[in-house]
């Protein structure tokens, strides 16, 4: 049996109600990217809500980022290689009771399991080689981020970690267990915490000095620093992808983009691109979805 899940987004598990405005919708960097790289991935995600199988690449991740959020729960001088791998098997059954699914990622074969494991602790001594925790204290990790923009849509997300130099300077970091991405595509990747900033910076009233992404997957750290018109040009892009998601739920009309991503797309069998056919729209939608709305999803 294939573990299957519902679309994975952070902020849409945490996110508030926002009372007193009316809100017109939301949305995160994960669903922003979904409909930029193909708008009926973001229909089936956002709107059809379909399962997708769980990822082993994926669940990964997560596992990796509950480690090291863990591990600065601990005293600095404990921040060590040996203390983060014994975190890994207490968070690995937290994240199983949280979704049980993920039990069956692997069926029951121990050896892939076991492989498994031993990539996500080749993953955490990885980031011993590019920090050193014991001489960092963030200010925040895991910290949910929320904006309501002028054109009252809702801007949200997790941010990984949040540093704040004794002169009040912000860094907004991201670790990420795949390797770094081309030149090509270091816009792409450094979206998400342009967003990320963008909220803080409504939220502070300070622009984030530096955006940091941790690759571990090929010991990378990309860094980058921003503007206010970096992120004015970033809410303006957030605003016209909304207005583009608007026409399109009105419409009705989600349509494929194919290209590179499709190979690892789970819903082939449903795209017109590869002779499928979506499910029928569902009828209790008339508005924008539930990752579109002004309430918590979850």
Request: glycine share 6%.
């Amino acid at each position: 049996m294939t573990a299957e899940v519902a679309p994975a987004d952070p902020a849409e598990r945490r996110g508030t109600r926002v009372d007193g405005v009316d809100v017109i919708g939301a949305l995160s960097p994960s669903r922003v990217g979904d409909f930029l790289n193909c708008p009926l991935l973001y229909r089936f995600r956002s709107i059809d809500r379909l399962p997708e199988p769980a990822s082993p690449a994926a669940v990964r991740g997560t596992l990796v980022h509950r480690v090291l959020e863990q591990l600065f729960d601990l005293p600095a001088a404990d921040r060590l290689p040996e203390r983060a791998e014994l975190l890994i098997e207490p968070a690995w059954a937290e994240l199983q009771e949280a979704e049980p699914a993920l039990a069956e990622m692997f069926g029951n074969d121990v050896s892939q399991i076991a492989a498994w494991l031993v990539s996500c602790r080749d993953s955490l001594r990885t980031y011993f080689d590019l920090e050193d925790p014991t001489r960092l204290e963030p200010a925040d990790r895991e910290l949910y981020v929320e904006t309501l923009t002028d054109a009252r849509v809702l801007l949200r997300g997790v941010v990984d970690r949040v540093d704040v130099a004794p002169d009040g300077a912000i860094r907004v970091v991201d670790y990420k267990t795949g390797p770094s991405p081309g030149e090509r595509w270091e816009g792409k990747a450094l979206f998400q915490l342009k967003f990320y900033a963008l909220a803080l910076w409504r939220m502070r009233g300070v622009v984030p000095s530096m955006l940091q992404l941790i690759y571990l997957g090929n010991r990378e750290v990309l860094r980058y620093e921003p503007d206010e018109q970096d992120l004015l040009a970033t809410e303006r892009k957030v605003l016209a992808v909304w207005d583009a998601i608007r026409t399109a739920t009105e419409q009705q009309e989600f349509l494929p983009r194919p290209g590179a991503g499709c190979r690892w797309c789970t819903h082939q069998d449903l795209c017109p691109a590869y002779g499928g056919t979506p499910p029928p729209w569902p009828a209790r939608l008339d508005q924008p979805p539930a990752e579109s709305s002004g309430e918590s999803s979850g």
